[in-house]
C-alpha cells in the first residue's frame, strides 16, 4: 500500500440536492470507501444553477460568480469529511471534484461544469482534479456517461447485469457477465428524478416527493405516458448523453400542452412511469439477456419507482447488495477516476461514449 492511497470524489448532480464526498482507498485492485460527508445546496444557490440553465443575461459573470460559490462548498464539503477523523489527510492524494453541469452540447462538441479548482485547492491544501468530461469529448465521445468504467470494475458478475444510477438524470450501464468478450455498454436513458422534482416544487412547494406520497395519490395517465415516451430521445440509438436542459418543465408542456387539465398527482404518477419506462427500454432493447438491476441514486429511496421496476420481470436490488451504498456510487466513481488519472489510466469507455480511443481524463490543480 502506497503513503498516498486514498482519493476523495466529489459530486454534485444535475438533481441540484447539494454535493457529496465519498474518500475511498484504492490498494491492489480494491477498493475501501472510508467515509462520506454531504452539504445541501442552500436554496439561494438552487436558484441561482437553476436560472444559469436557461441562456439568460450576463451569463458569464455569473457563471464566475457561482463558481467561486460551488468551489467554497465543495472546499467546505471535503474539509467536513477529513475533520472526520476517519483517515489521515496526509495519506489522501488528491481530490477528484466533478463540478456543477450547467451545459452539455456533445453535439456542439462542449460540456461546462462549474467549478474554481484553483480554490478548492486553495481550500483544501489539496491536489485537485477538475474538468474530467472535456478530454473524451475532444476525443469526439459524449463526455458522458463516465461511471460505467467504474461499474464495470466494482459490479460485473456471473450474469448479465445493468446498473442504472437514478439522480436528476438516469442512466445505465450494461455489464456482460463475467469472461464474456462483448463491450460494456452505457448512456443516459431519460430523466430520473428532474422532472418528479419540478411538479413537487410546483405543486407541493417542497423540492422533492418524499417517498413518492404525492404519486401514490394519482393514477398513471396513459395517454400522457405515451405521448412523453413517443419523444425521440427514447428511441435514438447510443451514444447518448443528457442534461436538464433538455428533460425540463418546458419539454413537458411542450409535448403536452393539455397538462393543466389533468390531476397534478395523476401527472405526478405518470411522471414515475416514465422514468422507469426509460430505464426498462434502455434494458430490454440494449441488453435483453439482462437478468438482475442494481440501483443507485436518490431513486432507490423512491418506493413506487423501485416497484414499478420489479414489475419488468427484472430482480431489482439497491447496489448496497453488491456492498456500496447507493447514495455513494457516482462520488466513489469519480474518486475512482482520480485514482486512475494520476496513475495515467484511462478513465472512459470508448464503447459507450464512442470517444474515438481510451484517454486519461481529468486536469491538475496542485495543492
Ligand atoms: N426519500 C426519497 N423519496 C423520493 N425521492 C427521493 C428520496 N430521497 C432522495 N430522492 C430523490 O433523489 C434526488 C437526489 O438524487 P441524487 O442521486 O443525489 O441525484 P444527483 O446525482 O442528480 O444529484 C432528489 O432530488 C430526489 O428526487
Ligand atoms: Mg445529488
Known amino acids: 500500500m502506497t503513503a498516498k492511497s486514498i482519493f476523495i470524489g466529489v459530486m454534485s448532480g444535475t438533481s441540484l440536492d447539494g454535493v457529496d464526498a465519498v474518500a475511498c482507498r484504492f490498494f491492489d485492485g480494491d477498493m475501501q470507501v472510508l467515509g462520506h460527508s454531504y452539504r445541501p445546496y442552500p436554496q439561494t444557490l438552487k436558484d441561482k444553477l437553476t436560472a444559469i440553465l436557461a441562456p439568460g443575461h450576463n451569463e458569464i459573470e455569473r457563471a464566475g460568480a457561482l463558481s467561486l460559490e460551488l468551489a467554497t462548498l465543495y472546499a467546505q464539503t471535503i474539509n467536513d469529511l477529513v475533520s472526520e477523523g476517519l483517515f489521515s489527510v ?8 466533478h463540478g456543477q453541469t450547467v451545459r452539455h452540447c456533445p453535439q456542439a462538441g462542449f460540456t461546462v461544469q462549474l467549478n474554481n ?6 481550500l483544501t491544501g489539496l491536489d485537485v482534479i477538475a474538468d474530467l468530461r472535456s478530454r473524451d469529448m475532444a476525443a469526439g465521445g459524449q463526455g458522458a456517461p463516465l461511471v460505467p468504467a467504474f461499474h464495470a470494475e466494482r459490479f460485473t458478475g456471473n450474469v448479465e447485469r445493468a446498473i442504472v444510477n437514478i439522480g436528476g438524470i438516469a442512466n445505465v450501464t450494461l455489464l ?9 455498454l452505457g448512456f443516459d436513458c431519460g430523466p430520473g428524478n428532474t422532472l418528479l422534482d419540478v411538479w413537487t416544487q ?17 393514477v398513471v395517465v ?14 435514438r ?15 413537458l408542456l411542450n409535448r403536452f400542452p393539455a397538462l393543466s387539465t389533468l390531476k397534478p398527482e395523476d401527472v405526478q404518477r405518470t411522471l414515475v412511469e ?7 427500454r434502455a434494458v430490454k432493447q440494449t441488453a435483453p439477456e439482462t437478468q438482475e438491476l442494481y440501483v443507485c441514486g436518490g431513486g432507490v429511496f423512491n418506493p413506487l419507482i423501485m416497484q414499478s421496476l420489479s414489475q419488468s420481470g427484472l430482480t431489482v436490488q439497491s447496489t448496497s447488495v453488491l456492498g456500496l451504498d447507493p447514495m455513494l456510487v457516482e462520488a466513489a466513481a469519480f474518486a475512482w477516476l482520480g485514482y486512475r488519472f494520476i496513475n495515467k489510466k484511462a478513465g472512459n469507455l470508448p464503447a459507450v ?3 474515438s480511443g481510451l484517454r486519461i481524463l481529468g486536469a491538475l490543480y496542485p495543492a
Open 117 to 122: 479548482p484553483a480554490l478548492v485547492a486553495e
Open 274 to 280: 416514465v422514468t422507469v419506462a426509460g430505464i426498462i
Open 237 to 251: 440509438p447510443a451514444p447518448k448523453s443528457t442534461g436538464r436542459e433538455y428533460f425540463n418543465e418546458a419539454w
Open 222 to 235: 396513459e395517454k400522457l405516458l405515451n405521448v412523453l415516451m413517443a419523444d425521440e430521445y427514447f428511441v
Open 353 to 355: 461514449t464512442h470517444a
Open 90 to 97: 496526509d495519506e489522501v492524494r488528491a481530490a477528484a471534484v
Open 202 to 218: 410546483r405543486h407541493c412547494g417542497q423540492s422533492f416527493d418524499r417517498d413518492a406520497a404525492f404519486a401514490q395519490k394519482g
Open 176 to 184: 456482460p457477465a463475467l469472461g464474456s468478450q462483448a463491450p460494456v
